[in-house]
């Protein structure tokens, strides 16, 4: 029983953690203060995409 709470807050953290910082990201790539030439929201997420099949 303590096994599924333990399961279930992991996965419930892990959500809620994903959903936030996905929001932040978005939101810094679409921010006026982040017009660089060469960094665009597309190239922001396949550095994380890549970044995130390494770990």
């Known amino acids: ?3 599924k ?3 279930g807050v992991d996965r419930s953290v892990l959500v ?5 910082f996905g929001i932040t ?3 810094a790539g679409l ?3 982040l017009k660089l030439t ?3 929201l597309w190239s922001v ?3 994380l ?4 099949h390494t770990c």
Do not use: E, K
């Open 38 to 40: 060469d960094v665009t």
């Open 25 to 27: 990201v978005i939101s």
């Open 16 to 20: 809620l953690f994903s959903l936030l």
């Open 5 to 7: 709470i333990l399961t």
């Open 45 to 47: 997420g396949v550095l």
């Open 31 to 33: 921010s006026v203060n």
């Open 49 to 52: 995409i890549g970044a995130g």
């Open 1 to 3: 029983m303590r096994q």
